[in-house]
């Protein structure tokens, strides 16, 4: 089976510009999530999809970051206008169950992010 | 206070020997417990959920204890290959999904 898969692994921007991150999770899972770590911090929640709804985007940091998940499959994080704090690696998860906290989250590998 | 809060070591141990470090975490109603293990520029994986009664995978064994809001990893025998950096990971509000992490504890074991 395949695992949780993030394009692309690596994405080197200056400031101002846009970035798109993609997400592909396990097939069949409806949860997808959202993480990222910046540097020297913990890996923090960002954003919850129950198939193509938003669960809860409580964690998105603002308003440049906008994420979609059309037709419940794949998910995309865009970043516009990319600033130097948004530098830091996101990282995607995916889990099958009724995406309560027993559920177990498989993550993908990461996206690093470098804004310049 | 940090919401989940490990200590970051590093701990520095020969082969076979045993370590055991834990994590603290801010609310008294979280009800899931996990450790996750993240090797350098990797995703976090799995390595074992942690029950009330505490649970043990080969050499590793979690502990919870709710009384001090603390879970615990031991392993047991280390291995070189153990070497890696383990978050504690805490579903902090059992009426939602979303997992709060540690900073990681980081371990390597030396031969």
């Known amino acids: 089976e395949a695992g949780v898969t993030q394009f692309p692994s690596h994405s080197v921007i200056e400031k101002g510009q846009t970035v798109t991150l993609r997400c592909d999770p396990i097939s069949g899972h409806d949860n997808l999530y959202w993480y990222r770590r910046v540097m020297g911090k913990e890996i923090k929640f960002l954003l919850h999809?129950?198939?193509?709804?938003?669960?809860?985007e409580s964690g998105m940091p603002n308003n440049r970051f906008l994420a979609e998940r059309t037709g419940g499959t794949y998910s995309t994080l865009k970043v516009q206008p990319a600033e130097l704090e948004d530098s830091g690696v996101y990282f995607c998860?995916?889990?099958?169950?009724?995406?309560?906290?027993?559920?177990?989250?498989?993550f993908g590998p990461g996206t690093r992010l470098t804004v310049l | 206070r940090k919401e989940v809060e490990q200590d970051p070591g590093p701990f520095n141990v020969p082969e076979g020997a045993t370590v055991a470090f834990n994590c603290t975490y801010s609310?008294?109603?979280?009800?899931?417990f996990f450790w996750y293990r993240q090797d350098c520029r990797k995703e976090p994986k799995l390595l074992m959920s942690v029950y009330s009664s505490g649970n043990e995978d080969g050499r590793f064994t979690a502990q919870l204890n709710r009384a001090s809001q603390y879970i615990s990893l031991l392993i047991r025998d280390s291995k070189l290959s153990d070497s890696a950096t383990y978050l504690c990971?805490?579903?902090?509000?059992?009426?939602?999904?979303?997992?709060?992490f540690g900073a990681g504890t980081t371990v390597t074991v030396r031969a």
């Open positions: 609310n008294s109603a979280s009800q899931s």
């Open positions: 999809f129950v198939k193509e709804s938003k669960q809860d």
């Open positions: 990971v805490v579903n902090l509000d059992p009426n939602d999904y979303k997992l709060s």
């Open positions: 998860a995916s889990s099958q169950g009724r995406g309560r906290g027993t559920d177990t989250q498989y």
